[in-house]
């Protein structure tokens, strides 16, 4: 564990930085200490100037090395250390799109002297040249991955340093205070605090505080990256499928009079408003169905627990008392009244003005719903939290929930007025775990945990 890197490496690598497939650009990424050796090499006789230019484009003919093949006609981008993604020297090929002439190139990268780049190791260099703190790269494949505007703006604020500058705040006073404590020992174990109890409790105090605030945003952060999980409950033939498709405005899920149509889950993605909604059609709630009707029941009471959003489908041409009773345990529940377009005006006057009412057939309310669920869903806690730039993931919350129990320890043993030696080494641990967010403090595991989600190229 340390944290301080050597950023220097002793190869070069190269890939395609691009999705595979047809496409104006397919852009091949060649970096590291002989990217613009083994550029003009590859460029020889055919328009590589003397010498690279640091950030000048120029049009280049990339030529087999062995065969002195023309491969394909490139605008190529010379980049000079440290002004570069990775902190190293750095070439782009902008080759013509489509699988082909990139991947003749990144061969050709391979036969002079590079080497095939892993997954996500041009943003791991990043991170080693210290050009990106470790939740900075997380935010790159969180830019890459995003489905909708706001997950688009929270990545982009982690980005830009949004979540990286709150640790910051964090830490700081805390570091300052073991900086402190750690003048001010002494050789014997037995030594006693040379700070006041009072005042170092109240410091743990505001980073407790502070750390509450971060957690504050976790569903915010989840619900950006992954969508906000909304399931459709209700009674078989409740008209949940119809509403399912209207609100996609596709025919996903399957609709037929017969109850129990639905066995199994289906989901789809829905964006609306700048939010994604992953939105799953379920069973339909009854006790007497079949044994395979029932597992799907059963998935779907599972599904509704763990929803951000629940909606209680009702048919109103039936009954609105139908709806499930009780607590669905989700965050959130809207009751939906459906088959508006089989119901009498004068009934439609009489259904509770909770409900919002649609009708599948006619469109009527599905707007309607499409805007509740997004107030339902608290978008506007979902712009905040992608305003600041900060979007928890899993190992960000679990680092500042152990950080938190950390501190707790600290604070248990300055109280019990413990050895100036023990609460130094409490604080410094939990320090050194809270730096594992940002990458102040990092092992090979870690590292190889957070860049196996991105694939090669990034």
């Not at 006041?196 to 109240?202: F, K, M, Q, S, W």
């Not at 006619?362 to 608290?378: I, N, Q, T, Y």
Request: aromatic share 4%; net charge negative.
């Amino acid at each position: 564990m340390s944290d301080v890197f050597d950023a220097g490496s002793p190869d070069t690598i190269a890939a395609v930085a691009t999705p595979e497939g047809a496409g104006g650009l397919a852009v091949v990424r060649l970096s590291g200490p002989r990217a613009h050796e083994i550029a003009i090499a590859l460029l020889s006789q055919g328009g590589a100037p003397a010498e690279l230019r640091s950030h000048r484009a120029f049009l280049g003919v990339p030529r087999c090395p062995s065969s002195r093949a023309e491969l394909d006609e490139a605008l190529v981008l010379p980049m000079s250390a440290p002004g570069t993604y990775t902190g190293e020297d750095t070439v782009e090929f902008h080759c013509h799109g489509g699988t082909v002439p990139a991947r003749l190139v990144v061969e050709a990268c391979l036969e002079l002297g590079a080497r095939p780049a892993g997954p996500g190791e041009f943003t791991r260099r990043a991170f080693l040249s210290g050009r990106l703190s470790l939740d900075q790269a997380e935010a790159v494949a969180d830019l890459i991955a995003a489905e909708s505007r706001l997950a688009a703006k929270g990545a982009l604020g982690q980005l830009r340093g949004g979540f990286r500058r709150r640790l910051q705040s964090l830490e700081a006073p805390l570091l300052t205070l073991l900086a402190e404590l750690e003048g001010g020992l002494e050789f014997g174990e037995e030594a006693e605090l040379n700070a006041p109890a009072d005042r170092i409790v109240a410091a743990l105090e505001a980073a407790r505080a502070h750390v509450d605030e971060l957690l504050a945003h976790a569903r915010a952060g989840r619900q950006l990256r992954e969508g906000v999980q909304v399931v459709l409950v209700g009674a078989p033939n409740a008209g949940k499928s119809s509403l399912f498709n209207a609100l996609l405005g596709e025919s996903r899920a399957l609709v037929d009079h017969e109850p129990g149509t639905t066995r199994d889950i289906v989901e789809a993605r829905l964006r609306h408003r700048g939010c994604t909604f992953v939105l799953r059609d379920t069973a339909g709630l009854r006790e007497d169905g079949g044994r395979v009707e029932a597992m799907g029941v059963s998935r779907a009471r599972d599904a509704a627990g763990s929803a951000d959003l629940v909606l209680r489908v009702v048919d109103m041409s039936a009954d609105v008392e139908t709806a499930p009773p009780g607590s669905t345990g989700a965050a959130a529940t809207l009751d939906v009244g459906a088959k508006a377009d089989l119901v009498d005006a004068g009934d439609l006057a009489r259904v509770p003005s909770s409900f919002v009412v649609t009708s599948a057939r006619d469109g009527r309310g599905v707007s309607e719903l499409k805007d509740a669920m997004h107030a339902a869903a608290h978008a506007d806690r979902l712009d905040a939290a992608a305003a600041l730039g900060i979007v928890l993931n899993r190992r960000h919350v679990h680092r500042l929930q152990t950080f938190r129990e950390d501190l707790a320890e600290v604070r248990e043993a300055a109280e019990a007025r413990a050895a100036q030696e023990v609460v130094c080494s409490l604080l410094q641990a939990a320090l050194c775990g809270l730096g594992e967010i940002t990458g102040r403090v990092f092992t090979e595991k870690l590292l190889g945990e957070v860049f196996s989600r991105f694939c090669v190229g990034k």
